[in-house]
């Protein structure tokens, strides 16, 4: 089907973690959901799509780019 991107099923998680922005706030994250290539997080802010953010998982970190949010929520795609 044109336009549609094939995704890894997703595992539904509550982890608490952090996102460090750009502009160095650290904000809290609930991960609600993971794969390897990435997560969904909510926030309290919106996140600036297309920044580089550093991810907290709590037993590690990871850079990440924001691909997408809406409200409270963003989709974070994992960089090396």
Known sequence: MPGWVSRRDREPVTIAGTV?????RS???TIR???PE???VECEETL???ATVVVDF???TGNAHVRWALGREAGL???D
Do not use: K, N, Y
């Not at 460090?20 to 160095?24: C, H, K, Q, Y």
């Open 38 to 40: 990435g997560c969904r």
């Open 20 to 24: 460090l922005l750009p502009d160095g």
């Open 48 to 50: 600036p799509i297309a």
């Open 27 to 29: 904000l809290p994250v």
């Open 58 to 60: 709590g037993r590690s």
């Open 33 to 35: 959901d993971l794969t």
């Open 77 to 79: 795609q994992l960089v």
